[in-house]
C-alpha cells in the first residue's frame, strides 16, 4: 500500500499548496489601468488604446489630445 499512502500525502500537499494565497489580481489591474475615458468612464492600459477606443466606441467624439 505504498502508493496510496504517496497519493494521500500528494493530495494534502497539493491542497496546502493550492490554500496558499496567490494575491489579488485587482491590485495589479489597478496599476495597469492609467487612463480613463471621459464618457463612458472605461479604464484603458495607454492612450494608444483609448484612441482605438474613441474610434470605436464614440466614432463622432475627438479624443482628448495626449497629456504626457
Known amino acids: 500500500m505504498t502508493r496510496g499512502k504517496q497519493k494521500i500525502e500528494a ?7 493550492n490554500q496558499k494565497s496567490k494575491g489579488s489580481q485587482f491590485e495589479a489591474r489597478a496599476v495597469a489601468l492609467k ?3 471621459p464618457i463612458c ?3 484603458l492600459a495607454n492612450s494608444n ?3 482605438d477606443h474613441y474610434a470605436s466606441k464614440h466614432p463622432k467624439e475627438e479624443p482628448p489630445a495626449e497629456s504626457s
Open 35 to 37: 487612463v480613463t475615458c
Open 49 to 51: 488604446q483609448l484612441g
Open 11 to 17: 493530495q494534502r500537499k497539493n491542497a496546502e499548496r
Open 41 to 43: 468612464k472605461v479604464q
